[in-house]
């Protein structure tokens, strides 16, 4: 089996570290992939940290992940090597539930396969992710990158973009709604540029009035200081749609009270100590609290080639992967505009250089 550098989680309270892993040969069906970057997200130090409960260590983070082809199984028939490919947050699933048939993998009724941190159903063990200088995926499981995106900048679509898109699209966003983003991070400065490209008049809600010149610049028409109870009062009652990509503890029914009737608020931010909601908020004006979780393989190819068409990819800084102790300890704080990525040729000590 071959081996590959990677960074790996050693326990909840330890830096990640170098790690040599295991890949599996590759299988008739799979593809195997050079990563060349790697987006940061929330999720990684969640899991690195074991603030789900749920970690197995050594655990490799990483599911943004953009490279290109090294080597294709016999029966592959999409891809070939040199080929630009990202994979996402799933590398299986059970392909014949329901939902898999419905191409909403996400929400394989026997569990996704997810890249990393996951019982691993070839080769045992856990899956480990894109902290690594290379991955075996399922071809099903691959995507294809549109050319003429800066492929750095667009390793973070393979979450933070799929994650804004697919409820946007879901609840059929456009023109003629206002829509809110609530938080601008990783996952609201990308559904600013959705809902704007959409044609949705778009307000951000946030904590931070000196981020309201940068709101404007990645699609708001409007920006509003969450914390002003008067300007929250003059929202009341006059949105469509509503995206909190806050995973933070906030109040929700503060941003329920802003929907018009028959208005959907849906939830893409995690906060660990869960979310509380009064009755009244939703039963006044027959108000829905939803959620949703990135999108299938099928959506996630729709949202790429959208963002080749219209030119839309994170905003991003680029960091060696020995620079990855620092970035989640700046993630915590909020500094970060708006992704971090890692130039995984730093593992050997060289830089791709951001294409």
């Not at 063990?125 to 294809?144: C, K, P, Q, W």
């Not at 404007?216 to 914390?227: H, I, K, P, Q």
């Not at 030119?311 to 620092?326: F, M």
């Amino acid at each position: 089996m071959p081996t590959a550098k990677a960074y790996a989680a050693f326990s909840a309270d330890s830096a990640l570290a170098p790690f040599v892993l295991q890949r599996r040969d590759p299988l008739p069906q799979d593809i195997r992939i050079g990563i060349l970057y790697c987006g940061v997200c929330h999720s990684d130090l969640h899991q690195a940290r074991n603030e789900w409960n749920a970690t197995t260590y050594p655990c490799v983070p990483g599911h943004e992940i953009v490279g290109k082809v090294l080597e294709v199984g016999r029966s592959v028939t999409k891809f070939k090597p040199g080929d630009t490919v990202a994979v996402g947050c799933m590398v299986d699933s059970c392909r014949t539930c329901p939902n898999c048939v419905d191409a909403l993998e996400q929400h394989c009724e026997h569990g996704p396969v997810f890249t990393y941190n996951s019982p691993d159903p070839h080769g045992g063990g856990m899956t480990f992710g894109g902290y690594a200088e290379s991955i075996v995926v399922d071809e099903a499981f691959v995507l294809r990158i549109p050319d003429g995106l800066d492929l750095a900048a667009a390793a973070p679509l393979l979450c933070a973009g799929i994650t804004t898109y697919s409820p946007l699209r879901h609840w059929k966003v456009g023109a003629g709604q206002r829509v809110g983003v609530v938080g601008l991070g990783g996952l609201g400065h990308m559904a600013l540029k959705f809902a704007h490209t959409f044609g949705a008049e778009t307000v951000l809600f946030t904590t931070t009035p000196d981020k309201a010149e940068d709101a404007r610049r990645l699609g708001a028409d409007e920006v509003v200081v969450s914390r002003d109870p008067e300007a929250m009062a003059r929202q009341a009652g006059r949105f469509d749609f509503i995206l909190d990509t806050v995973s933070a503890p906030h109040d929700i029914d503060a941003y329920l009270n802003l929907l018009r009737r028959d208005g959907t608020l849906t939830l893409v931010g995690v906060p660990p100590q869960g979310v509380q909601v009064m009755p009244f908020s939703l039963i006044g004006g027959r108000r829905r609290l939803a959620g949703s979780l990135i999108g299938g393989i099928r959506e996630t190819q729709e949202m790429l080639d959208f963002c080749g068409e219209h030119g839309i990819v994170c905003d991003i800084e680029l960091i060696p992967i020995q620079g990855i102790n620092d970035a989640f300890e700046r993630m915590l704080k909020s500094d970060v505009k708006y992704r971090f990525v890692i130039d995984m040729a730093t593992l050997n000590g060289e830089s791709s250089g951001g294409r």
